[in-house]
């Protein structure tokens, strides 16, 4: 937690808290040093901040000490910094709570942390929470509302988030957003990512524009995707650059997908080698393809390699390339493998490729609405530091699941209609169907975790596999 309080000037030595009293006229040592001992508990609070900003920690320790015995709570809230800078908690805890007693709003915020930090004491965090929140401190707000999210306690959260947001907190409002998306009420979710959006929260503005645009409204989606775009949010540019591709616009495209991969987004590194390769412009979609195979992105390493053995005849690093892709699963990339391998006389590692290829890479065009609950889904397990599945994985099951119930009758059950016609265990359909379904309406079941999407997963290619689809 950032700690309140302090002046601009940064401490002479490392560690202590600067006082939040700042010295009024400057008054010499000497001068406090007397008024101090005589027992003026504000010249002993004064000198300690003189002897911290002179880099004596137990000087200021000694004398803000003297002070807090007496009463003075910036004494006792200085004490807690600098017991809490130092390791000491015990004795942090006892001067937070000193000052938090009388009504310091500070003191019990970082109290109720210390608490939640060391002992895990959630009861008696939230009540000094609680103590500052209604005092008026928007910190303490904020991290009630989260700790009211961690205890399940729904009602609380909404209302603290709700307050804060009002009062001005963008981080509640978008976590607003999502505590509706996740309960399923996509009005409440745009309502508040609007609202944090407008602000300038720039996750909010992204993942409203990806709402928009997966129930076909572009012209908005555009609005708010280029909000996050001046932001700086990488996602974003990736999506604007979409828009504008998709409208012919393939210079502004270019643009943004550039800006993403300068970012070091790797769908913006591999889109922007695209877009570069569209336009002619074969040394940087070269640049990008090869920045994007290196960090594992099956599509550009195999157009890496393309551009390898056709511009340069670099018939060695075409088959590096080939083959990282093929690895993943690339089809394209093992046919131009194996043809590579059969001309340079490895015929028998050609064939061993052919006989036992990888799982195919999925590699077909998201649908917008896929991507955008692929991604929410992601971001809301990610947002209160849950483990999450990778977006794709989710888009493959999504996607693979329209594939595949591409020829089913109308009035067929689904699961039935598979398991019958891929040979599938009914019970692994119907997972893969489920999970289908919470990531299409949320609210419904909690999200996947990353073990249930791996073996979803499984099925969803078994069922390609059977069922002879890509």
Same mark, same amino acid.
């Given at each position: 937690?950032?700690?309140?309080?302090?002046?601009?000037?940064?401490?002479?030595?490392?560690?202590?808290?600067?006082?939040?009293?700042?010295?009024?006229?400057?008054?010499?040592?000497?001068?406090?040093?007397?008024?101090?001992?005589?027992?003026?508990?504000?010249?002993?609070?004064?000198? /300690?901040?003189?002897?911290?900003?002179?880099?004596?920690?137990?000087?200021?320790?000694?004398?803000?000490?003297?002070?807090?015995?007496?009463?003075?709570?910036?004494?006792?809230?200085?004490? /807690?910094?600098?017991?809490?800078?130092?390791?000491?908690?015990?004795?942090?805890?006892?001067?937070?709570?000193?000052?938090?007693?009388?009504?310091?709003?500070?003191?019990?915020?970082?109290?109720?942390?210390?608490?939640?930090?060391?002992?895990?004491?959630?009861?008696?965090?939230?009540?000094?929470?609680?103590?500052?929140?209604?005092?008026?401190?928007?910190?303490?707000?904020?991290?009630?509302? $989260?700790?009211?999210?961690?205890?399940?306690?729904?009602?609380?959260?909404?209302?603290?988030?709700?307050?804060?947001?009002?009062?001005?907190?963008?981080?509640?409002?978008?976590?607003?957003?999502?505590?509706?998306?996740?309960?399923?009420?996509?009005?409440?979710?745009?309502?508040?990512?609007?609202?944090?959006?407008?602000?300038?929260?720039?996750?909010?503005?992204?993942?409203? @524009?990806?709402?928009?645009?997966?129930?076909?409204?572009?012209?908005?989606?555009?609005?708010?995707?280029?909000?996050?775009?001046?932001?700086?949010?990488?996602?974003?540019?990736?999506?604007? @650059?979409?828009?504008?591709?998709?409208?012919?616009?393939?210079?502004?495209?270019?643009?943004?997908?550039?800006?993403?991969?300068?970012?070091?987004?790797?769908?913006?590194?591999?889109?922007? @080698?695209?877009?570069?390769?569209?336009?002619?412009?074969?040394?940087?979609?070269?640049?990008?393809?090869?920045?994007?195979?290196?960090?594992?992105?099956?599509?550009?390493?195999?157009?890496? /390699?393309?551009?390898?053995?056709?511009?340069?005849?670099?018939?060695?690093?075409?088959?590096?390339?080939?083959?990282?892709?093929?690895?993943?699963?690339? $089809? /394209?990339?093992?046919?131009?493998?194996?043809?590579?391998?059969?001309?340079?006389?490895?015929?028998?590692?050609?064939?061993?490729?052919?006989?036992?290829?990888?799982?195919?890479?999925?590699?077909?065009?998201?649908?917008?609405?896929?991507?955008?609950?692929?991604?929410?889904?992601?971001?809301?397990?990610?947002?209160?530091?849950?483990?999450?599945?990778?977006?794709?994985?989710?888009?493959?099951?999504?996607?693979?699941?329209?594939?595949?119930?591409?020829?089913?009758?109308?009035?067929?059950?689904?699961?039935?209609?598979?398991?019958?016609?891929?040979?599938?265990?009914?019970?692994?359909?119907?997972?893969?169907?489920?999970?289908?379904?919470?990531?299409?309406?949320?609210?419904?079941?909690?999200?996947?975790?990353?073990?249930?999407?791996?073996?979803?997963?499984?099925?969803?290619?078994? $069922?390609?596999?059977?069922?002879?689809?890509?």
């Amino acid at each position: 937690m950032t700690l309140v309080g302090a002046t601009e000037t940064a401490p002479a030595w490392s560690g202590v808290p600067v006082p939040r009293v700042p010295e009024a006229g400057g008054s010499a040592e000497t001068y406090l040093l007397a008024r101090a001992r005589e027992g003026d508990p504000d010249a002993a609070h004064r000198l /300690g901040r003189l002897y911290a900003e002179h880099g004596d920690r137990w000087a200021a320790r000694h004398w803000w000490e003297r002070a807090a015995r007496t009463g003075h709570v910036d004494s006792a809230y200085n004490l /807690g910094l600098w017991h809490r800078r130092h390791g000491t908690v015990t004795a942090a805890i006892h001067w937070f709570e000193v000052a938090a007693g009388t009504g310091d709003i500070e003191a019990a915020t970082n109290l109720a942390a210390l608490l939640l930090e060391r002992d895990g004491d959630g009861r008696a965090a939230r009540h000094w929470f609680e103590r500052a929140a209604e005092g008026g401190s928007r910190d303490a707000g904020r991290l009630l509302a $989260l700790l009211c999210e961690d205890q399940g306690d729904g009602t609380g959260a909404r209302r603290w988030h709700f307050r804060v947001a009002l009062d001005g907190d963008l981080r509640s409002a978008h976590d607003l957003g999502f505590l509706g998306y996740a309960s399923g009420d996509e009005d409440e979710a745009r309502h508040w990512w609007e609202f944090a959006a407008r602000g300038g929260h720039a996750e909010a503005a992204y993942h409203l @524009g990806l709402i928009l645009h997966a129930t076909g409204d572009e012209g908005d989606a555009e609005t708010f995707f280029r909000l996050a775009v001046r932001a700086g949010h990488a996602g974003a540019a990736v999506r604007l @650059g979409g828009l504008t591709q998709a409208r012919g616009d393939l210079r502004t495209a270019r643009a943004c997908f550039e800006r993403a991969a300068h970012a070091g987004h790797r769908e913006g590194l591999r889109m922007a @080698g695209l877009a570069c390769a569209e336009l002619g412009d074969r040394m940087a979609a070269g640049h990008w393809f090869g920045r994007a195979a290196a960090d594992g992105d099956p599509e550009s390493a195999y157009r890496f /390699g393309l551009l390898l053995v056709t511009e340069q005849n670099d018939v060695k690093g075409g088959q590096h390339w080939f083959r990282q892709a093929a690895a993943r699963g690339h $089809l /394209g990339a093992a046919a131009e493998l194996c043809t590579l391998l059969s001309l340079t006389g490895r015929s028998a590692q050609a064939e061993q490729w052919l006989l036992d290829p990888p799982p195919p890479y999925w590699d077909r065009v998201p649908e917008p609405e896929h991507l955008a609950r692929a991604e929410l889904a992601v971001a809301a397990a990610r947002r209160r530091g849950d483990a999450a599945a990778d977006p794709s994985d989710l888009v493959e099951i999504l996607g693979t699941w329209d594939l595949a119930t591409r020829e089913m009758p109308t009035t067929a059950d689904p699961v039935r209609w598979l398991t019958e016609a891929s040979g599938v265990h009914g019970t692994a359909v119907e997972h893969l169907g489920s999970v289908r379904a919470t990531l299409l309406r949320p609210g419904t079941a909690p999200w996947p975790a990353p073990a249930e999407v791996e073996h979803v997963l499984g099925t969803a290619r078994e $069922l390609r596999a059977r069922l002879c689809l890509r």
